[in-house]
């Protein structure tokens, strides 16, 4: 199963970019990355996700390196409000074919005033 | 559009009692999920749907079942509560297999 490994914390100053980044050097070609976010004790938000194209939205760009091994979230304009905990997962199935989503434990992320 | 809503938010059960955790969907879509929150731990799956009349094990299933008679209600049922079950539930759904999914509040279950 492809696992990803984040930092556990990041600070951030408000108005600057956050660059949080994901290593998932075990995923396969059909995995996509997803990345969340979860605020406090609410329920995780999604955030974007990407097979091998760089994509952006409205909320964040994801940036995934060529050889698909690591994964970079950038929130372009970090505000208060982004404090949060930032989960990067890829999909997968365990040993007994059992669908899952492998969430790590994320990086904090603190935006400082 | 209320989202995913899910009900209760707060729970105490004792040791064997049994309880269903609703969860339900205004948005039509196909994908549901239960899924368990516990402190050090990332969240893991217990089952999922993949449409009315289909559901499926996760990672963590035992102790837990699911139904799926409707689009928009996929509840958690819990037979014999343990203590091991203590936890946040949150309920998560998706219009398409590769889609981010939308996360209900959570149901905080405590077993004593």
């Known amino acids: 199963d492809a696992k990803t490994t984040q930092p556990p914390s990041m600070d951030c100053a408000e108005g600057r970019a956050a660059n949080l980044p994901c290593n998932h050097s075990?995923?396969?070609?059909?995995?996509?990355v997803y990345w969340y976010r979860q605020i406090h004790s609410q329920g995780p938000q999604y955030i974007i996700h990407?097979?091998?194209?760089?994509e952006t939205n409205e909320m964040a760009s994801l940036i995934i390196t060529e050889d698909r091994k690591s994964s970079t979230l950038i929130l372009p304009h970090a505000t208060l409000r982004d404090t949060a905990v930032y989960y990067c997962i890829v999909r997968g199935y365990n040993a007994g074919n059992n669908r899952k989503l492998i969430w790590g434990l994320g990086t904090s992320l603190a935006v400082n005033p | 559009n209320a989202g995913v809503t899910q009900t209760p938010k707060f729970q105490v059960l004792k040791t064997g009692q049994s309880m269903t955790l609703q969860c339900a969907q205004d948005?039509?879509?196909?994908?549901m999920s239960w899924y368990r929150q516990d402190p050090g731990m990332g969240l893991r799956l217990i089952h999922y749907s993949v449409g009315a009349g289909i559901t499926d094990q996760g990672e963590v299933p035992n102790g837990y079942n699911v139904s799926r008679s409707t689009t928009e209600d996929f509840p958690l049922r819990l037979l014999s509560a343990a203590p091991s079950q203590t936890s946040v539930y949150f309920c998560a759904s998706s219009g398409q297999a590769n889609y981010g999914y939308t996360f209900g509040s959570g149901t905080r279950l405590t077993v004593v």
């Open positions: 990407g097979l091998k194209n760089n």
């Open positions: 075990t995923i396969s070609g059909n995995e996509y």
């Open positions: 948005m039509n879509h196909e994908y």
